[in-house]
């Protein structure tokens, strides 16, 4: 049956304006980075994006290495989009990168001209588009220079193959020179993608600050933790220090720890939320943050989450307790 996106898609998501450009992000965006390669059936993976569609998130972020294995998540992206998604496309904000391993050879990764012109070429040939609307360098080079890198986005968007670009794992001193070279020439910076939740927050020891002076809007990948941000993290801890596998250091699951996230937890029910929810408010609680771009395996997740922009912001009380909380919490990923 031909799907036909809801009517009521934007009612309910709200969208934030992404740094001085011109472009709303949705608050909430679905990133591809697991669940969505050759390792997931496609039918599992098209509920997923479809219903996240009718929630009103038309950003899906993508990367030439994303899967298992590399490629896959693209081309099954590619997929659906030409099976459901083809009359929306303008409404849609599709992202991919590179940067990554991807190919054998010295031209396979990093940040030159050729990877990353190359890889672009072959991320639009599996998704089966025109153009991208945003392109990312993944990660900084530290042996191509730095102009090498931003001419060829440069070159990419007037090309016409991304619409704009963007950086991921820049650290504040990289961002601002790269973001200087682009405005040169004269392809501003729409985004930057950095790893930011209530357990990983280096962006807050200066790239923020880099982000703002710039007009920079950023989105905030594993906004969750890898999963340690959610109601049954708890659990999960407290079975490992039962039953050890090694899987996680013996730090993760102290007495303190536990207590940390039961507290997390309580802040959250007097909400009326889930844990999750409460770190998707917090991601969110300010204009520094533009988007947190979720993960999912089923679509309930993707509800729950989208379900935390219903709540009333944070208070000045309930900031001031999670501060105390997250004081020497540890970031213990699975």
Same mark, same amino acid.
């Given at each position: 049956?031909?799907?036909?996106? @809801?009517?009521?898609?934007?009612?309910? %998501?709200?969208?934030?304006?992404? =740094?001085?450009? /011109?472009? #709303?992000?949705?608050? &909430? *965006?679905?990133?591809?980075?697991?669940?969505?390669?050759?390792?997931?059936?496609?039918?599992?993976?098209?509920?997923?994006?479809?219903?996240?569609?009718?929630?009103?998130?038309?950003?899906?972020?993508?990367?030439?290495?994303?899967?298992?294995?590399?490629?896959?998540?693209?081309?099954?992206?590619?997929?659906?989009?030409?099976?459901?998604?083809?009359?929306?496309?303008?409404?849609?904000?599709? @992202?991919?990168?590179?940067?990554?391993? %991807?190919?054998?050879?010295?031209? =396979?990764?990093? /940040?030159? #001209?050729?990877?990353? &012109? *190359?890889?672009?070429?072959?991320?639009?040939?599996?998704?089966?588009?025109?153009?991208?609307?945003?392109?990312?360098?993944?990660?900084?080079?530290?042996?191509?220079?730095?102009?090498?890198?931003?001419?060829?986005?440069?070159?990419?968007?007037r090309q016409g193959k991304a619409l704009y670009v963007g950086l991921s794992n820049y650290d504040a001193k990289q961002t601002r020179e790269a973001v200087a070279i682009l405005r @040169?020439?004269?392809?501003?910076?729409?985004?930057?993608?950095?790893?930011?939740?209530?357990?990983?927050?280096?962006?807050?020891d200066g790239l923020q600050d880099v982000l703002d002076e710039q007009g920079v809007g950023s989105i905030a990948f594993c906004p969750l933790g890898r999963g340690q941000l959610t109601n049954k993290y708890v659990d999960k801890i407290k079975e490992e220090r039962a039953n050890p596998t090694g899987?996680?250091?013996?730090?993760?699951?102290?007495?303190?720890?536990?207590?940390?996230?039961?507290?997390?937890?309580?802040?959250?029910?007097?909400?009326?939320?889930?844990?999750?929810?409460?770190?998707?408010?917090?991601?969110?609680?300010?204009?520094?943050?533009?988007?947190?771009?979720?993960?999912?395996?089923?679509?309930?997740?993707?509800?729950?989450?989208?379900?935390?922009?219903?709540?009333?912001?944070?208070?000045?009380?309930?900031?001031?307790?999670?501060?105390?909380?997250?004081?020497?919490?540890?970031?213990?990923?699975?």
């Open positions: 049956m031909p799907y036909t996106a @809801s009517e009521q898609r934007y009612d309910e %998501m709200t969208y934030a304006r992404s =740094g001085k450009s /011109g472009i #709303r992000l949705p608050q &909430i *965006a679905l990133g591809l980075w697991q669940n969505f390669g050759g390792n997931r059936t496609l039918d599992i993976q098209e509920e997923m994006i479809l219903r996240s569609f009718d929630l009103g998130i038309n950003h899906f972020d993508l990367a030439n290495n994303y899967g298992p294995p590399p490629g896959s998540a693209e081309e099954n992206f590619g997929v659906l989009f030409k099976k459901h998604l083809r009359p929306y496309r303008d409404e849609l904000l599709i @992202s991919t990168k590179a940067g990554y391993y %991807m190919w054998k050879g010295p031209y =396979g990764e990093w /940040g030159s #001209r050729k990877n990353l &012109i *190359a890889s672009l070429d072959q991320s639009l040939d599996r998704m089966g588009l025109d153009y991208v609307d945003i392109f990312y360098h993944h990660r900084p080079d530290p042996n191509t220079p730095l102009e090498e890198t931003m001419a060829a986005l440069d070159h990419i968007v @040169s020439l004269g392809t501003p910076c729409l985004v930057h993608q950095p790893n930011y939740s209530m357990l990983n927050r280096w962006i807050e899987n996680l250091k013996t730090e993760a699951y102290t007495d303190e720890r536990i207590a940390k996230f039961e507290a997390l937890q309580a802040v959250a029910e007097r909400r009326g939320q889930t844990i999750s929810q409460l770190a998707l408010n917090w991601i969110l609680r300010d204009n520094r943050v533009t988007s947190a771009l979720i993960g999912a395996s089923r679509v309930s997740q993707i509800e729950e989450n989208v379900a935390a922009l219903k709540a009333p912001s944070l208070t000045s009380e309930e900031l001031k307790e999670i501060e105390s909380i997250l004081d020497g919490i540890g970031n213990y990923a699975w």
